[in-house]
């Protein structure tokens, strides 16, 4: 299904896009998490979301990866259990949020106008694709700060990735691979990190 969007969403998401590549690195920072880190998420909402639809963070640290491997004895549970932590492990993620009303209330008009797109009068079975304009900003949020040099803000381990993830992971699979650079995509398929790996 084709959705036509306002044609003020583009710009709205640009300052989204730009808000986070900039902000992101401090708040973390903030969160003065002294482990080794095997990922940074930035989660973003569905519509059914009660909160604000900005999105949020959290550290995936390595004594949290440690846990979903001895919980789930490894495989594709454990590999659940490492990219959807806060699902899965709530209480062992350091997280934190975005605390800028502007910020917030952009990100609430740019759901407003995506949703806006379907005409159909009906919820959608998956929202995929009506929220794809900015599920695809957010990955290229995370494909920015991939970039971006950590040293100094985090200990970060060979496998670190940032990632941006649905806040429930219905589309897990599709967001990794959307968000992780090819290079770090084979070495975490090779160490038995994603998904399909064994």
């Not at 084709?2 to 730009?18: G, H, M, N, S, W």
């Not at 009660?50 to 550290?59: I, R, T």
């Not at 990794?176 to 038995?192: E, F, N, Y």
Request: glycine residues 6%.
């Amino acid at each position: 299904m084709r959705f036509t969007y306002d044609k003020k969403l583009p710009a709205l998401l640009v300052k989204i896009e730009e808000a986070l590549v900039s902000k992101t690195p401090k708040a973390v920072a903030n969160l003065k998490v002294s482990e080794p880190a095997y990922a940074i998420f930035l989660w973003y909402e569905d519509s059914s979301s009660c909160g604000d639809l900005a999105p949020h963070f959290g550290v995936g640290v390595e004594s949290m990866r440690t846990v979903c491997a001895k919980r789930y004895d490894n495989g594709e549970l454990a590999n659940d259990c490492i990219w959807r932590p806060q699902q899965v492990i709530t209480e062992l993620v350091p997280r934190g949020s975005f605390k800028d009303r502007v910020f917030t209330n952009r990100c609430k008009e740019a759901y407003a106008l995506m949703l806006a797109a379907n005409k159909t009068g009906e919820p959608l079975e998956d929202e995929g694709e009506l929220l794809r304009p900015f599920r695809s900003m957010m990955h290229r949020v995370a494909s920015r700060l991939n970039e971006y040099e950590w040293e100094g803000l985090l200990r970060t381990m060979e496998e670190f990735v940032v990632v941006s993830l649905d806040q429930i992971g219905y589309w897990l699979e599709e967001d990794l691979k959307s968000s992780i650079p090819k290079a770090k995509l084979k070495l975490l398929q090779q160490r038995g990190l994603l998904f399909g790996s064994k």
